[in-house]
């Protein structure tokens, strides 16, 4: 018999698919490598079922996207939680965040956790200028959480989020039990024979959330990086001015004449998000695209 399927998990040279008929355990058949590369996670698949259950991926779909750190595929929003109460969130690690999904070409959105504590003006009026979804909401009381559910509705989003902010608990709002919920997943998937943790899907209202560890927690090492010259195109307000630099080239960081830091001083840019752009600048800036593989790989 042959389905579609979107793989959930992969660990063990197995690939658990969901299908119309439940989740089924296979094994990858077609040569992969050779093609597309080796299944992923979210991955959109043609299996053929064995009369055990049991089945075999016989192709991969193409992707609309597809992360690296964490290898995961098909993404339709990268969900930042964050927060101006205590543990506050640095804006750079929203931005980091927003700039890889940016290049990706993956929306993304800020959700500002506690605001039963912090209203989190500012960054609220940061990522709303810019044109991000944001959603000020808290799980601890449930102020707000329904918009946020209504959004994710048919969506397959991954969750990021210094620790504390309070992501695992909106999660649980959003998924009853979700640790217990992902536990169960695994179980019924393979987790009980690997320690590991690996990325997963979790099914929900229509769509899927990703357990990412790693990712999750705001580990910016462990994440997709964004060469130089892409990512003046990963901070979506610099559009405008990208043309109006005296100079061709222009890194934005001290040139004279720069449009991007005109509008910085004028107000038009929000300062954290250029003191985060010039971070990241600074931190690829000798990076070359034939060694951007071997530097995502490790």
């Known amino acids: ?60 779909k193409s992707r609309k996207n597809s992360l690296i750190r964490p290898a995961v595929a098909n993404l339709d929003l990268v969900v930042i939680v964050a927060t101006e109460a205590q543990p506050k969130t640095e804006p750079f690690l929203i931005d980091k965040v927003i700039a890889i999904a940016e290049n990706k070409g993956i929306d993304s959105c800020v959700v500002l956790n506690k605001c039963d504590l912090n209203d989190s003006q500012e960054l609220y009026e940061i990522y709303k200028s810019v044109g991000i979804e944001v959603f000020r909401l808290s799980a601890a009381t449930g102020e707000g959480v329904e918009e946020l559910r209504t959004f994710l509705r048919g969506k397959a989003a991954a969750f990021a989020g210094n620790s504390g902010v309070g992501k695992s608990s909106l999660l649980n709002r959003l998924i009853p039990d979700f640790a217990a919920e992902t536990g169960t997943i695994s179980d019924r998937i393979g987790r009980g024979r690997h320690t590991t943790r690996h990325v997963e899907l979790v099914p929900y209202d229509g769509g899927y959330i990703a357990d990412t560890p790693g990712f999750s927690s705001f580990d910016t090492e462990q994440m997709d990086l964004v060469l130089r010259e892409d990512l003046q195109y990963a901070f ?54 034939w060694k951007l593989g071997k530097e995502q790989k490790r």
């Open 1 to 60: 018999m042959y389905m579609e399927g979107r793989i959930l998990k992969g660990i063990g040279g197995f690939y658990y698919v969901d299908t119309k008929e439940g989740v089924v355990e296979c094994k990858a058949r077609g040569k992969f490598r050779k093609t597309i590369g080796k299944p992923i996670v979210g991955d959109l698949v043609e299996l053929e079922v064995q009369a055990d259950g049991t089945g075999y991926l016989l192709e991969i």
């Open 236 to 289: 979506r307000e610099f559009e405008p001015y990208l043309m109006q630099c005296q100079f061709t080239g222009c890194a934005h960081v001290k040139e004279k004449g720069c449009a991007i830091r005109a509008a910085v001083e004028a107000g038009e840019i929000a300062q954290s998000r250029y003191d985060s752009y010039v971070k990241l600048y600074e931190s690829v800036k000798d990076l070359k695209e």
